[in-house]
């Protein structure tokens, strides 16, 4: 009888029961992974704004060249730390060998007293304060911006609007045209885009208001749900069969440690995000506003690296890959990692093609 464990096919009960007690020996010597660590490469603080940091991580070599200054964010949604998860899987580690001079953004942890932070906050003044802190600490004049999924629309946005301070913009699994896929033949592809488009506005409202931000574990759960199959068979046949590595066990670990870290999303910011652009699509329609006035993709004049996984089932593709048609005249790059949304920052093959790629690029952007 074929259970589905393993490539076998089937597994008998003795050597289930035998995995399943490594299993609990692994995670009570971990104490069921608190002693597990993430984002180990060691940085240093150079600015900060109440619960928002900016840290520069240190050179592992003092010869060689140095690329960029390139600062890292991530929205409100994750961690940043996803991009350093452990050594054997960091792309802030694999640049860093590469020659490149890394700051990354850590927006804290808002509290209720955030609740009527917006985007014009994080995409104009936090932003841009973080820029002219990275360019003091450099010594140079512009920096690269590499913004992941919702940080990549913050980041656009504010290249849109001071071209001049922005020398190289990569995005990774960034959405740009909220509706792009609505006549995608696979629409399990964008299935976080189809349930908040069917929610009524007012639900959404209603939904963070009652706490004035939108809380992380309720995203986490959505998130777990979009691919409610793959999630059971993740926490049962799967880490059953990681049982005899330990290492793999310590992956499994650290990501589940990086997923259970969400932050609460500022209440303000959150509507824009799930009803003006989820909803309403207004940054395609040149309708997304930012200190008020509406922000213009095609304003942006730095070579663009687009990033995007060719599985990824939370922002689909063609989500991303509509910014190629606006910068369409413009220095524009895009590379499709065969893997889904977390996976272009920590899977084997990622590791192999995103950091040699970005680092080709930050190379020839100067």
Not at 170 to 184: E, G, Q, R, Y
Not at 238 to 244: K, Y
Request: charged share 25%.
């Amino acid at each position: 009888m074929n259970v589905g464990w393993g490539d076998s096919g089937s597994r008998g009960p003795q050597d289930i029961a035998r995995r399943v007690l490594a299993l609990g020996r692994h995670l009570a010597a971990t104490r069921g992974g608190a002693t597990i660590e993430i984002a180990t490469t060691p940085k240093d603080e150079v600015w900060r704004d109440g619960r928002i940091r900016l840290y520069r991580y240190r050179r592992v070599t003092n010869g060689g060249a140095r690329l960029g200054p390139m600062l890292i964010l991530q929205g409100m949604i994750g961690r940043q730390s996803v991009t350093d998860l452990e050594p054997d899987r960091s792309l802030v580690a694999r640049l860093l060998e590469a020659g490149a001079d890394l700051f990354v953004l850590d927006w804290g942890n808002p509290g209720r007293a955030d609740r009527y932070t917006d985007f014009t906050d994080y995409a104009e003044y936090h932003l841009g304060d973080a820029i002219a802190a990275a360019c003091d600490a450099s010594g140079a004049d512009r920096v690269v911006l590499f913004g992941i999924c919702e940080g990549g629309v913050i980041a656009a946005c504010h290249a849109a609007r001071h071209p001049e301070a922005i020398k190289g913009l990569a995005l990774a699994v960034t959405p740009i045209d909220f509706h792009a896929d609505i006549d995608d033949p696979e629409p399990n592809r964008g299935l976080l885009n189809i349930w908040v488009r069917s929610l009524p506005k007012e639900l959404l409202i209603d939904m963070i208001d009652e706490r004035g931000n939108l809380s992380g574990q309720l995203t986490g759960a959505l998130f777990q749900q979009l691919a409610p199959a793959r999630t059971l068979a993740k926490y049962t046949s799967g880490l059953v069969e990681l049982a005899d590595s330990s290492e793999a066990l310590d992956t499994f670990l650290r990501m589940e440690k990086w997923l259970a870290d969400r932050p609460d999303h500022p209440g303000a910011a959150a509507k824009e995000w799930l009803i003006g652009l989820y909803h309403e699509n207004r940054l395609v329609r040149g309708e997304f506003l930012i200190a008020g006035e509406p922000v213009d993709l095609a304003a942006i004049a730095c070579p663009v690296l687009n990033i995007f996984g060719a599985e990824d089932h939370i922002i689909p593709s063609s989500c991303i890959r509509a910014l190629g048609g606006i910068l369409a005249d413009k220095d524009y790059e895009e590379l499709e990692v065969p893997t889904g949304h977390i996976g272009v920052f920590v899977s084997r093959r990622a590791q192999q093609m995103v950091p040699p790629a970005i680092a080709r690029w930050l190379t020839r952007v100067g």
